[in-house]
């Protein structure tokens, strides 16, 4: 069994609290409790509510958002509470009896072409997935019941998941104008029926949980650290949009090298080359001067 972990997350509301887990909790549903007699069929909302200050409870996805009445401010009691939730979790207890009844919101999904011609970005209008995931063979999807059924359409060469995304990447075989229709109607019907995206433990299996990767992160030289802060920060956000990801994977301090590995849509893209020596090789030099040579990536 997977732990459970809770990160407090503000929102733009201050009187309400998500509390995200690192992994999902429902099957495509959301439920809202008022009180504690409307959340009979949620036992961790009837936990909840015995805290004075709970007003009312969201449960979806991946989180349990909160609403507190004025009496306490979130800065003094929610570090408690997310203790409070992640115990009551990894003591195996229910978050929704089978029985409730879910506040059923219609899935949306729409096909978005990306630079990269081979690639296209089917966008939900719900959160899919808690970290990257890619996977360029129908052996490597096991972890991802998906991306599996997804490679049994003979045109699927890889598949990538972002949070609220799916990037797929065909062979030349066929046009998108002729695949397009069927694929977004085929995701859309899987996360409507509440399947699995990817299975529970993929995130620890596949070292892509954040406490995972914090150490990773931790055991890098200054560099490197400086390097991986600057693609977070300026160069994640814009390939994303594109349907890809950029992970760094090292750096030779004699030969002043950074190695990338190119993910999603940014896999094979023609204008990669182009991204990567123009776009993250320059930003590199002149943010880290006398520090970086050449960038590569280790595939496409």
């Known amino acids: 069994m997977n732990t459970f972990k809770v990160s407090v997350q503000e929102t733009t509301n201050n009187a309400i609290v998500k509390f995200e887990l690192n992994q999902f909790v429902t099957k495509n549903q959301s439920f809202e409790f008022n009180n504690i007699d409307e959340a009979k069929s949620s036992p961790l909302a009837q936990q909840l509510f015995y805290l004075p200050f709970v007003k009312k409870v969201y449960i979806s996805s991946n989180f349990i958002a909160v609403e507190r009445y004025n009496i306490v401010e979130w800065s003094d009691v929610q570090d408690e509470v997310a203790q409070q939730i992640e115990a ?72 990538f998941f972002d949070e609220n995304y799916v990037s797929v990447t065909k062979f030349d075989i066929t046009e998108w104008q002729e695949i397009t229709l069927e694929l977004r109607e085929f995701i859309r019907t899987y996360i409507e029926n509440g399947k699995d995206i990817v299975l529970p433990e993929a995130t620890e299996t596949l070292k892509t949980s954040t406490e995972q990767l914090d150490h990773k992160f931790e055991g890098l030289d200054d560099v490197s650290k400086q390097i991986v802060n600057i693609l977070e920060e300026y160069v994640k956000p814009a390939v994303a949009s594109d349907g890809g990801n950029i992970q760094f994977i090292g750096y030779d301090e004699n030969t002043k090298n950074v190695s990338v590995l190119l993910q999603g849509a940014c896999s094979g893209c023609p204008s990669s080359t182009f991204t990567l020596k123009n776009g993250i090789e320059n930003m590199l030099k002149e943010m880290l001067p006398g520090k970086v040579a050449m960038v590569e990536a280790i595939n496409g």
């Open 88 to 159: 009551f979790l990894n003591d195996g207890g229910v978050i929704i009896e089978e029985t409730a009844i879910s506040k059923k919101v219609p899935v949306t999904v729409y096909a978005e072409s990306t630079p990269n011609p081979s690639v296209m970005k089917f966008v939900a209008n719900k959160k899919l997935v808690t970290g990257l995931f890619e996977f360029t063979s129908i052996e490597e999807a096991k972890w991802s019941p998906l991306a599996t059924e997804l490679f049994h359409f003979p045109f699927v060469k890889s598949v």
